[in-house]
């Protein structure tokens, strides 16, 4: 006598591979390609972003709408060990020059040049440095000046690093939004 499965176990197992494959056809793209997770870690970007805070990355605005602009808030990949992801506030952008002064910013463009006005900042440094931007090289740099690598330490991040911006803030709960640390960049000509 042969062992049959019953039909009612063949359909719920059947359904199951199906719904299983299903998902994972859904999910790994979206995960991979659209948004990802990512957890806030030390201190670089308080008050904008505390310790453990809970993020989801947009992965698609820069590569299909529009390039970085400065103030977004990205994260990407630590240039110098690619298993590590950073997250900052874009300050310059390719072709511009960075100089920071006595605890102000100022960049020149093309046009002009501004000096950055960073109400969001409680923290600034006294570090004298300029720079010039190369093309798809952005100067990165953290809220929280004294605590942050980026690119007055390690220079100029590359776009191929960039992964994403910061599209919502999940957790905690009462921080919750979209777009979190988004300003309109306030400058003085």
């Known amino acids: 006598m042969e062992n049959q499965i019953p039909p009612e176990k063949e359909h719920f197992w059947r359904e199951t591979v199906k719904f299983t494959v299903i998902a994972l056809a859904i999910v790994i793209p979206f995960r ?4 990802q997770p990512f957890i806030v870690s030390g201190e670089s970007m308080v008050p904008t972003f505390a310790n453990g805070e809970y993020l989801i990355v947009d992965e698609l605005t820069y590569r299909f709408v529009h390039n970085p602009k400065r103030g977004d ?3 990407f990949k630590y240039p110098y060990d690619r298993s590590k992801y950073f997250i900052k506030r874009i300050i310059g952008l390719p072709g511009e020059t960075v100089t920071l002064h006595a605890g102000q910013v ?3 463009t093309a046009s002009s040049t ?3 006005r960073e109400s969001y900042i409680s923290n600034i440094t006294n570090d004298e440095l300029t720079v010039e931007l190369k093309d798809n090289k952005y100067f990165v740099m953290g809220d929280n000046r004294p605590e942050s690598s980026d690119s007055r ?6 776009k191929q690093f960039i992964t994403g911006r910061a599209f919502a803030r999940l957790l905690p709960i ?3 939004n979209i777009f979190p640390g988004r300003i309109e960049v306030e400058i003085t000509p």
């Open 32 to 35: 991979y390609l659209i948004a």
């Open 153 to 158: 330490i390690w220079g100029p991040l590359d």
């Open 174 to 176: 009462n921080r919750l």
């Open 73 to 75: 808030v990205v994260i």
């Open 114 to 116: 501004i000096v950055l």
């Open 106 to 108: 100022s960049v020149k």
